[in-house]
């Protein structure tokens, strides 16, 4: 596993910071609450395909970018 190596919710984070985004612009922009998009970043939740579809939408990036630098649940 590499440095750059992360969790899917740490991704979120990142990324959603890179963009200068708060969690409330974020989660209006995926059609998600704060709380979902929270646990999400925090990794309490593993959102659906269809959320994680919303989320690299409200991000302005494809699902496969979103998931970028992320680690496998298994290898």
Known sequence: MGMDAMTLGA??????VDKGLTLAVLAARAGISVSYLNDIEH???VPTLGR???LASGLE???RDLFRGVTPYDD
């Open 11 to 16: 991704r979120v984070r990142e990324l959603r």
């Open 43 to 45: 990794d309490r939740t």
């Open 52 to 54: 994680l579809r919303d």
């Open 61 to 63: 990036l494809s699902v």
